[in-house]
């Protein structure tokens, strides 16, 4: 079974977590609607039961409800059709509405739209029960709500379990609204010169004034260091930069180092490299024409 979110809003067109989840900013008194898809994805019909209910964000990242619990976000919440009957392969369409009361107070709220399904033993009991979602960051307030902001920190680097190299992440919420961070690493000038491929990796969600930490796991290939890690942190429309020295340790966890970051209102730090690079030729090529101009001018 699959469900899937079949529209955005157009002011977060941009937004990549918008694509996937139910994410919006609504004044007091606003109702919206949210067409989604659900996929029977096994070799038998199937009844998939559609409803809302209560999520959190905590030190454990982001964190549903038992069953059916409600919160405040999930009770503005509704599922039509509230059922579907799906042949093998097949799917439907729904609307998750969210209306939001007059009388709401600001502040960002958390839910998920479920579509679940039972699973019977050959004998007809049910053997278990599942279901997938659809996480809603709804936030309430005026204009387009609080800011995304955040900054990262440290890195450390660390070994798994398994003894395989990793890093972790250190990242700060200083905005009104919860992220969702991904992380891209990439090592140079490691021993020899060594240099190794950009390594991707996604972290739980991050309360708002709440700090967190994500984990990218490296090549267990890779020797102890030093090497130089290039990070770049993204969260929705907001990406981060930074650059350490860190040295993986024989186990356990090693020396955090503090990241020298840069701000750059989510355009990737190599894009400005580039954009300084093509102001520069053409200062030069104007000034080398402007010479030219004057050398062949004529005397009055």
Known sequence: MGIQLLEAPVSLVD????RIYIVDNLPPGTVIDRRVAVTNTSDAPTTVRLYPA????????FVFGNERTQNELSSWMSVTPSEVQLPPGQSAEAVVQVAVPPDATEGERYAVAWAEVDTPTPGGAIAARSRVGIRAYVSVGPGNGPPEEFSVSTITPSRAASGAPEV????DNTGGRALDPSATVTLTGGPGGLSAQPTNGSGDSI???ASGTLTVALDPALPDGPWTADVS??????????????TFPEAGTGTSAELATTRNGGVPFWVWILVAGFVA????????????TAGSGHRP
């Open 281 to 292: 030729i053409a200062i030069g090529v104007a000034v080398t024409a402007r010479r030219r």
């Open 15 to 18: 937004d990549p977590r918008a």
């Open 233 to 246: 942190v993204t969260s929705g429309r907001v990406s981060r930069e930074g650059s350490a020295s860190v």
């Open 168 to 171: 972790q992440i250190g990242i």
């Open 54 to 61: 209560a999520a959190e964000i905590g030190t454990d990242g």
């Open 207 to 209: 309360a708002p004034g």
